[in-house]
């Protein structure tokens, strides 16, 4: 074998042999490079004036503005009516318009007869309905000969009592209503739909209760001077 047989041979048996050294040899760590940069002063923003509140001397409130202490305005409504929202919203507004105030929301009941006759026509209806459905063995037992009007509603039952069931709570709730709206203002009355057949608006009974409160304070003013 000639020396260039053995180069040939030699060299590739050389790197691979010095390639699997290097394969498990540790590798060097790099050496850790240290760059020196100039220190960075930051510039100095100017920062905007920012103008202070100007502090007002605020004024401290007096008992004055407080006309509503010690007053009191009650509110007697139809409960039945509906009138309860309407009942609601005046209250809102005189609290409002006179802070401190006391406002007193209540029933209107109706009259005696009305309420008597009332609690009877729930008995008066039971008793048609009872009729309708066993008529046949009440009467009989009873000794009483049916009525004439009987035979007409037993003609249609399910259209008698869907009758007799409507007609009558309808008079009902009629003879519990009583379609007042009432106000008062420390037991006097101010305003009375009773007699007025309509609502009060509120400027309207905002200016009947301010009038009846400048009046009790004009009639306390006096009596507390007098007392002196």
């Known amino acids: 074998m000639d020396r260039t047989q053995i180069l040939l041979v030699g060299l590739p048996i050389f790197l691979f042999f010095s390639d699997i050294l290097n394969l498990f040899s540790p590798q060097p760590s790099p050496k850790p490079t240290h760059h020196h940069l100039p220190p960075i002063h930051p510039k100095p923003h100017p920062q905007p004036h920012l103008q202070q509140p100007l502090e007002f001397p605020t ?8 006309i509503g202490i010690g007053n009191t305005v009650s509110i007697d409504f139809c409960t039945s009516c ?27 009941p109706p009259p005696l007869p009305k309420r008597i006759l009332g609690k009877v026509v729930p008995v008066v209806q039971t008793g048609i309905i009872v009729a309708i459905v066993a008529g046949d063995q009440i009467f009989p037992r009873l000794g009483i000969t049916p009525p004439p009007w009987y035979y007409s509603l037993r003609a249609n039952k399910f259209r008698s009592i869907a009758s007799t069931w409507l007609l009558t709570n309808f008079l009902q709730s009629f003879l519990q209503s009583s ?13 009375s739909k009773l007699k007025e057949n309509r609502f009060p608006g509120e400027i309207e009974l905002r200016e009947l209760v301010g009038r009846r409160l400048a009046n009790t304070r004009f009639v306390s003013g006096i009596e507390g001077g007098v007392g002196l």
């Open 59 to 66: 004024q401290k409130q007096s008992g004055i503005g407080l």
């Open 82 to 108: 509906s009138y309860k929202g309407n009942a609601v919203t005046v209250k809102n507004m005189l609290e409002f318009e006179f802070p401190g105030i006391n406002v007193v929301l209540a029933n209107y």
């Open 179 to 191: 379609g007042a709206f009432e106000v008062y203002c420390n037991g006097d009355l101010v305003f």
